[in-house]
């Protein structure tokens, strides 16, 4: 099992540019998160999709931020125009539809906008 | 609006000792969880507690739930270095969603 695979693992980028984050969830989930992790607000659940559907985006601070899953085994999370302020570790988890309902995390991404 | 309180916040204790983190939680859930972060790295599930009075342990970690107070414990018993991390719990909503909340994590540093 490969878990959660989330990439770039590291990204810089100047203000004002595009950021394109992804993940792939593991094999049979079919829920899947985003979250960012701030020293300042913690961490914050930005967006789910069940099923490929988009449940809850009431996390996405503003419409700079985009999510989109196309299919099953496949999410992004965009940001355009990026700003300082949305530096930030950003983890994608994902589960199944059990009772259990336990997120798995991946290895996160860290953003830098400088 | 599910909202999630941990306490203390930071934690500093000997190896050796005892000592337990407080999660409060302020609407009906039937799901708990409870996660470990180490620096630079991501979560890893710890404990999950799907009815009242349920109790996990693993190792000096033992997690209890009691869903009519909207309390969860875990508790560190003879603490050893390599229990330094963050700890989080989180609460799952009500209605059928996967979604929860977390809370805002307990740094615990173990002083040898």
């Known amino acids: 099992d490969a878990g959660v695979i989330q990439s770039p693992r590291h990204e810089v980028t100047e203000m004002g540019q595009e950021v394109t984050l992804r993940c792939k969830p593991i094999s049979g989930h079919n829920s899947l998160f985003w979250y960012r992790q701030t020293m300042m607000r913690g961490l914050e659940l930005l967006i789910y999709?069940?099923?490929?559907?988009?449940?809850?985006d009431s996390g996405m601070p503003e419409d700079r931020f985009s999510a989109k899953m196309p299919n099953a085994s496949f999410s992004t999370l965009k940001i355009q125009p990026s700003e300082p302020r949305d530096s930030a570790v950003y983890f994608c988890?994902?589960?199944?539809?059990?009772?259990?309902?336990?997120?798995?995390f991946g290895p996160g991404t860290r953003l830098t906008v400088t | 609006e599910l909202k999630v309180e941990q306490n203390p916040l930071f934690l500093s204790m000997q190896e050796g000792k005892n000592y337990t983190i407080y999660c409060n939680y302020s609407t009906t859930s039937d799901r708990l969880y409870w996660y470990r972060q180490d620096p630079g790295k991501s979560l890893e599930s710890l404990f999950v507690l799907l009815s009242n009075g349920a109790v996990k342990q693993e190792g000096r970690l033992m997690a209890s739930l009691d869903t009519k107070a909207r309390l969860s414990t875990l508790h560190i018993t003879a603490a050893v270095h390599d229990l330094s991390a963050t700890y989080f719990c989180?609460?799952?909503?009500?209605?059928?969603?996967?979604?929860?909340?977390f809370g805002t994590g307990t740094k615990l540093q173990v002083i040898p």
């Open positions: 989180a609460v799952g909503h009500s209605g059928g969603y996967q979604k929860v909340t």
């Open positions: 999709f069940n099923n490929n559907v988009p449940i809850d």
């Open positions: 988890a994902s589960s199944a539809d059990r009772v259990i309902y336990e997120q798995y």
